[in-house]
């Protein structure tokens, strides 16, 4: 029962904890029909509350323990053999984050992200460069696409990228359960699929946004301009422009100071993030107008390049804005680790990798429309932030979620878990001894 002051508090916010049950509710019931079964639908709804627990390990066995299940099996099914549409769901997430943030100026932002692991048998898994770490890690990375506008972003869409390690490896692949379609492609071809889904899907968006990974890539730029969208997309320095038959650093020195423009490309934790900004004009044979974008940290004198196009003429705030929402993918890398285990899945196989991915996106998409919706019903009190997405977990995991878990479950699982152990440590014995 509430206390006097809980319930003063809760009318003063109008915080409405059984709203945010009937959002769930309502998402659950939307992906129900992609599900064989009952009992994989709730256990991938159990998942997903998992997700959004204050946990602070997020994983099949840290779940099934919170849910009161006796052995993490049937989430470990459901997440491996049981019979559901997992591109139907990812369908469905897009379909969702779309609708709730619908904005004809939407940015499409790509990025690729690393998880460190150990071993090699985990699908994707060797030794390559990774930005989480910052240097080369045995790592599994994969391609995300954020959807963000100007009520909100989140991740709705991604790829596992496979080295060519193990695309040349029938043996590997088999053992991985790789699809047998599946074969090599670099990163930009992944954010490539990726982007022509969410377009031929009808998703709303004017631009493309990427780091230099995705803006060297001449065949993504070129499909872009062929689909009507335009792009803002990092470059390295030494990105050549063959129509101005120079490097894009030559074109950009020597332009007058009175050429620059402060502008701000959004807001960060600590105000706007204001920049010294240069735009000029190529002189090209394409379609539409393009650009060589530079933006220059005052303080540091830092230079970062830009190209960019789009179909119809823009202003350079404009191209700032786009140019500063591809952080947004950043912040939801940041959100989905943090919040709902992206990067905590313990899972080998190319199928449970992805069900795995597509329930924390799932997780995510619903706490980033519920804040917005929350924004849009409760006014922010003078004195304080607005609420936040990791504020809004926090809440929904202390005012709506059960513990189911008993003294026979807790001891249970202490039981089933030394009986693992001692099984998994009886196999590494015997496998030592038959290597010596």
Same mark, same amino acid.
């Given at each position: 029962?509430?206390?006097?002051?809980?319930?003063?508090?809760?009318?003063?916010?109008?915080?409405?904890?059984?709203?945010?049950?009937?959002?769930?509710?309502?998402?659950?019931?939307?992906?129900?029909?992609?599900?064989?079964?009952?009992?994989?639908?709730?256990?991938?709804?159990?998942?997903?509350?998992?997700?959004?627990?204050?946990?602070?390990?997020?994983?099949?066995?840290?779940?099934?323990?919170?849910?009161?299940?006796?052995?993490?099996?049937?989430?470990?099914?459901?997440?491996?053999?049981?019979?559901?549409?997992?591109?139907?769901?990812?369908?469905?997430?897009?379909?969702?984050?779309?609708?709730?943030?619908?904005?004809?100026?939407?940015?499409?932002?790509?990025?690729?992200?690393?998880?460190?692991?150990?071993?090699?048998?985990?699908?994707?898994?060797?030794?390559?460069?990774?930005?989480?770490?910052?240097?080369?890690?045995?790592?599994?990375?994969?391609?995300?696409?954020?959807?963000?506008?100007?009520?909100?972003?989140?991740?709705?869409?991604?790829?596992?990228?496979?080295?060519?390690?193990?695309?040349?490896?029938?043996?590997?692949?088999?053992?991985?359960?790789?699809?047998?379609?599946?074969?090599?492609?670099?990163?930009?071809?992944?954010?490539?699929?990726?982007?022509?889904? +969410? @377009?031929? /899907? =009808?998703?709303? *968006? !004017?631009?493309?946004?990427?780091?230099?990974?995705?803006?060297?890539?001449? &065949?993504? %730029?070129?499909?872009?301009?062929?689909?009507?969208?335009?792009?803002?997309?990092?470059?390295?320095?030494?990105?050549?422009?063959?129509?101005?038959?120079?490097?894009?650093? +030559? @074109?950009? /020195? =020597?332009?007058? *100071? !009175?050429?620059?423009?402060?502008?701000?490309?959004?807001?960060?934790?600590? &105000?706007? %993030?204001?920049?010294?900004?240069?735009?000029?004009?190529?002189?090209?044979?394409?379609?539409?107008?393009?650009?060589?974008?530079?933006?220059?940290?005052?303080?540091?004198?830092? @230079?970062?390049?830009?190209?960019?196009? !789009?179909?119809?003429?823009?202003?350079?705030?404009?191209?700032?804005?786009?140019?500063? %929402?591809?952080?947004?993918?950043?912040?939801?890398?940041?959100?989905?680790?943090?919040?709902?285990?992206?990067?905590?899945?313990?899972?080998?196989?190319?199928?449970?990798?992805?069900?795995?991915?597509?329930?924390?996106?799932?997780?995510?998409?619903?706490?980033?429309?519920?804040?917005?919706?929350?924004?849009?019903?409760?006014?922010?009190?003078?004195?304080?932030?607005?609420?936040?997405?990791?504020?809004?977990?926090?809440?929904?995991?202390?005012?709506?979620?059960?513990?189911?878990?008993?003294?026979?479950?807790?001891?249970?699982?202490?039981?089933?878990?030394?009986?693992?152990?001692?099984?998994?440590?009886?196999?590494?014995?015997?496998?030592?001894?038959?290597?010596?």
């Amino acid at each position: 029962m509430k206390t006097k002051r809980t319930a003063a508090l809760t009318a003063a916010f109008s915080i409405d904890p059984d709203r945010w049950l009937d959002e769930f509710g309502a998402l659950m019931d939307r992906i129900r029909p992609r599900f064989a079964r009952y009992e994989s639908a709730r256990h991938a709804a159990g998942l997903t509350l998992g997700l959004l627990s204050n946990l602070e390990r997020k994983n099949c066995w840290t779940i099934a323990e919170q849910r009161g299940d006796v052995t993490p099996y049937g989430l470990q099914h459901m997440l491996s053999r049981a019979s559901w549409d997992e591109d139907g769901v990812a369908a469905d997430v897009r379909d969702y984050v779309t609708t709730a943030f619908a904005d004809a100026d939407a940015v499409l932002v790509v990025d690729e992200t690393g998880d460190l692991k150990k071993g090699v048998a985990t699908v994707g898994v060797q030794r390559q460069y990774t930005g989480t770490a910052g240097r080369i890690e045995n790592s599994q990375v994969a391609v995300y696409l954020t959807y963000a506008g100007a009520r909100g972003h989140a991740l709705i869409d991604g790829r596992l990228y496979l080295p060519k390690s193990w695309t040349e490896d029938p043996g590997k692949l088999a053992r991985a359960g790789v699809p047998d379609n599946v074969e090599f492609a670099t990163k930009p071809a992944l954010a490539l699929e990726m982007i022509a889904a +969410a @377009l031929d /899907a =009808g998703v709303s *968006a !004017s631009w493309v946004a990427g780091d230099e990974v995705y803006g060297a890539d001449s &065949g993504l %730029r070129s499909v872009c301009r062929d689909q009507g969208i335009g792009y803002v997309l990092n470059v390295a320095c030494n990105h050549h422009v063959v129509t101005a038959g120079c490097r894009v650093d +030559a @074109l950009a /020195a =020597g332009t007058p *100071a !009175s050429a620059w423009q402060r502008l701000s490309a959004g807001d960060g934790s600590k &105000g706007p %993030r204001m920049y010294s900004w240069l735009r000029i004009d190529i002189n090209s044979a394409l379609p539409g107008h393009e650009w060589i974008m530079v933006r220059r940290n005052d303080s540091t004198g830092e @230079l970062a390049y830009y190209r960019c196009w !789009s179909p119809r003429p823009v202003s350079l705030s404009a191209l700032v804005g786009v140019a500063g %929402r591809r952080w947004t993918i950043e912040e939801s890398f940041q959100a989905a680790k943090g919040q709902a285990g992206l990067d905590e899945h313990q899972v080998r196989t190319w199928t449970s990798w992805r069900r795995w991915v597509i329930l924390s996106m799932l997780a995510m998409a619903f706490l980033a429309v519920t804040c917005a919706n929350e924004r849009d019903h409760t006014p922010t009190p003078q004195g304080l932030i607005p609420f936040t997405l990791n504020e809004i977990r926090r809440l929904f995991d202390r005012l709506t979620l059960t513990r189911t878990a008993t003294d026979d479950t807790i001891w249970a699982w202490s039981l089933w878990r030394r009986k693992h152990q001692a099984t998994a440590r009886s196999c590494h014995y015997r496998r030592r001894s038959e290597q010596q």
